[in-house]
């Protein structure tokens, strides 16, 4: 759904109330990061999938840590005077925390049609195991 409030010229203060009310996140007490992301995992791996549409592999820069892993970039600004800009650019800088020891060798990253995706597997030892019981 889409809601344009340039009919409102007159009254400024009230399209910007409108856009801070209708931004994802609103009520929460905090803006939603850049880039949007989702987290998700299964039981070998966990999946960080990032919206960076418009912005090179050279430009992003992914660092794994022992519980955290960053994604660093820059979206370049465009030349000319803007009518309307609601794709933000310029430096973003995103930690996810990992809840999950991740086999840190395995870890891969890839980039296809503005989708960030990075595939972390998760270390053995943090793996669900089955424990046969005997019988006596």
């Given at each position: ?9 007159p ?13 994802p ?5 905090k803006?939603?990061g ?20 418009g ?9 794994l840590?022992?519980?955290?892993l960053?994604?660093?970039?820059e979206r ?15 430096v973003f ?5 990992l809840n ?10 890839s ?7 990075v595939?972390?597997?998760k ?14």
């Amino acid at each position: 759904m889409v809601l344009d409030f340039n009919t409102f010229h007159p009254l400024p203060q009230l399209e910007k109330m409108f856009e801070e009310f209708m931004r994802p996140g609103y009520g929460s007490g905090k803006a939603m990061g850049y880039p949007p992301l989702n987290l998700s995992n299964d039981e070998e791996n966990v999946y960080v999938r990032a919206e960076i549409p418009g912005v090179s592999l050279d430009e992003i820069e992914l660092t794994l840590t022992d519980k955290t892993l960053v994604i660093k970039g820059e979206r370049k600004k465009l030349a000319g005077k803007f009518l309307r800009q609601e794709r933000p650019t310029g430096v973003f800088h995103r930690v996810i925390g990992l809840n999950v020891p991740v086999d840190r060798d395995k870890v891969a990253a890839s980039m296809k049609d503005g989708i960030l995706t990075v595939t972390l597997p998760k270390s053995e030892a943090s793996r669900p195991k089955r424990i046969r019981i005997g019988a006596e």
